[in-house]
């Protein structure tokens, strides 16, 4: 089914990102501002009534989609052709949404322009850009959110990429290398240690608490990292956004994988590979030949870098070649790769073409619980925002955990 398209228009946001119900987005002013997804909602109902509770499915609640009281109502075949009607009558709504500049809430001024990379964790904003990275810190009054400070510089290097997870921080900072930043330390501001912990690093990808640096878009360093479990968090975190993990890395790096050992028994070499990157349970290989594998990490493997022995082909149903990605990121059991002039979806084999013309940037938020199905495009012209709605597999797939879920409940009930 097609994803539900809502355009914003506005030709000067250069790159933007969800979190905790907002749009965050830096202008061509310097101004890092924010926009509530609740005010988008309503200029939609506004003018499409009609779809109000579909939109509140696509904007604000798209964990009611795959959560066990949709399961109970999509278990009715009548009930779940009714809400795929709806859906699809919504995508054939030009939902373009004229917003004014008293709609965004200025957060901070960006001390430095291009912006390489835009990331909010931990209730904290993180910009990377020529001169290093700075960081600003939020504070919340239930659903409005404001600046706590100004903007603080923790970071000298050049930065080109932000990860996180669970309080730690990879910056990369190209040529100067990789580094490590950490909020368990009780400090108001980032730590971000001396040591660089790679000799380049274009972007790094998470596998459980060990991390993939990818050194160029074709070849990744497996770092194997070891870690605790802490009682508390030193730090504050979006509930909506981020899981609740209590596990810090207490040694980074203490071995380190090249390429080449981690993709032993793949049936493909590195000089095969053109684009490649990883979520934590698969890693995603764009082959010279166009073909697009999938390989998972063996679950048995977590002390060492292993991928499993059967990759599986995701392009089988490709029209043609589409060129070489300039970026990708897993979504939805699927993938969203940018192409120079294009962006398509790759779901279950199928690929579907959701944007026409150049973006400047692709954003999926897999961690997030109520956004984990919206993907935010930023264009030249304006901001696109693309709900996805779950495929018939997916659907099954979770009818059937809940009718198990439900069966063990009852168990354990007739055992008492």
């Not at 030709?11 to 002013?29: E, K, M, Q, R, T």
């Not at 099954?396 to 198990?404: A, D, G, M």
Request: a neutral charge; aromatic letters at 12%.
């Amino acid at each position: 089914m097609k994803p539900i398209r809502i355009f914003i228009p506005t030709d000067n946001i250069l790159d933007a990102y969800i979190y905790y119900g907002h749009i965050f987005a830096v202008f061509d002013d310097g101004t890092l501002r924010a926009l509530p997804l609740t005010k988008i909602f309503d200029k939609s109902i506004d003018t499409y009534p009609e779809l109000t509770s579909i939109l509140k499915l696509a904007l604000l609640r798209n964990d009611w989609l795959l959560n066990s009281q949709a399961m109970t109502y999509f278990h009715s075949p009548q009930v779940l052709s009714e809400i795929k009607e709806l859906w699809q009558k919504a995508t054939l709504k030009d939902l373009t949404l004229l917003n004014q500049p008293n709609d965004w809430q200025v957060m901070w001024q960006v001390p430095s322009l291009p912006i390489y990379d835009l990331r909010l964790y931990a209730m904290r904003v993180y910009l990377g850009h020529r001169n290093g990275i700075h960081e600003g810190i939020m504070q919340t009054n239930k659903y409005e959110i404001k600046p706590q400070n100004g903007l603080a510089k923790i970071f000298d290097s050049r930065t080109i990429g932000i990860s996180a997870r669970s309080g730690e921080l990879m910056f990369s900072a190209d040529d100067e290398g990789l580094f490590h930043g950490s909020l368990w330390e009780g400090d108001s501001k980032t730590k971000v240690f001396e040591k660089s912990f790679a000799n380049k690093s274009l972007r790094t990808g998470w596998r459980g608490f060990d991390v993939l640096n990818y050194k160029r878009n074709s070849y990744f360093e497996y770092i194997k990292n070891e870690t605790e479990k802490m009682a508390q968090r030193p730090y504050f975190y979006s509930s909506m956004d981020e899981s609740p993990e209590k596990v810090r890395i207490s040694k980074m790096a203490v071995n380190n994988y090249p390429m080449d050992v981690v993709l032993h028994e793949q049936g493909f070499a590195t000089e095969d590979i053109q684009f490649c990157f990883n979520n934590s349970k698969t890693s995603f290989f764009f082959l010279q030949n166009g073909h697009v594998i999938a390989t998972n990490w063996a679950h048995k493997s977590q002390e060492e870098a292993r991928l499993s022995s059967k990759p599986h082909e995701l392009s089988q149903d490709s029209p043609e070649y589409l060129g070489r990605p300039c970026s990708a990121i897993s979504f939805a059991k699927g993938i969203i790769i940018k192409y120079f002039d294009k962006v398509v979806f790759l779901h279950h084999n199928q690929f579907s073409i959701i944007e026409t013309e150049p973006v400047i940037s692709v954003r999926t938020f897999p961690s997030s619980i109520q956004f984990k199905r919206l993907i935010c495009i930023t264009r030249e012209d304006g901001l696109a925002l693309h709900a996805i709605f779950p495929t018939d597999k997916e659907i099954s797939s979770e009818i059937s955990k809940e009718i198990k879920s439900t069966k063990i409940k009852k168990q354990l009930i007739c055992q008492k």
